[in-house]
């Protein structure tokens, strides 16, 4: 059965930094793009940040980058997301995603197109709270 467990979430001042973790299991992360969204009340989900493992390619929504590092340990199966430099703005449930390549369902330059669009992606976590104080 395929997981995605979240941590690392919690309250943090701006300007801090916190560091996310997305644990899988039940597969490995070979040939998966593992992306992180938030959702912040009354708005609407956004992509925030993704990794290919099909060839180590990063994206970054416009709002994180110079702010948000994302990697990949694969010998862990775990994906983490380096949040500093944090704002109130940031604050959201944070969600980690799987999209599997070997499934044909998207193709890959779709995928290059729009890495971070929810719609792509099979597999979802429960989330995180993040909270940014001000």
């Known amino acids: 059965e395929v997981q995605l467990v979240e941590s690392g979430g919690g309250l943090v001042q701006a300007g801090g930094s916190l560091r996310l973790s997305c644990a899988a299991s039940?597969?490995?992360?070979?040939?998966?793009?593992i992306g992180w969204f938030r959702q912040a009340p009354g708005k609407e989900r956004e992509g925030v940040s993704c990794i290919s493992n099909r060839d180590g390619s990063t994206y970054y929504a416009d709002s994180v980058k110079g702010r948000f590092t994302i990697s990949s340990d694969n010998a862990k199966s775990t994906v983490y997301l380096q949040m500093n430099s944090l704002k109130p703005e940031d604050t959201a449930v944070y969600y980690c995603?799987?999209?599997?390549?070997?499934?044909?369902?998207?193709?890959?330059?779709?995928?290059?197109?729009?890495?971070?669009?929810?719609?792509?992606?099979?597999?979802w976590g429960q989330g995180t709270q993040v909270t940014v104080s001000s």
């Open positions: 995603a799987a999209l599997y390549f070997g499934a044909l369902r998207v193709d890959y330059s779709d995928f290059r197109r729009y890495p971070i669009s929810d719609a792509l992606y099979d597999y």
């Open positions: 039940g597969f490995t992360l070979d040939d998966y793009a």
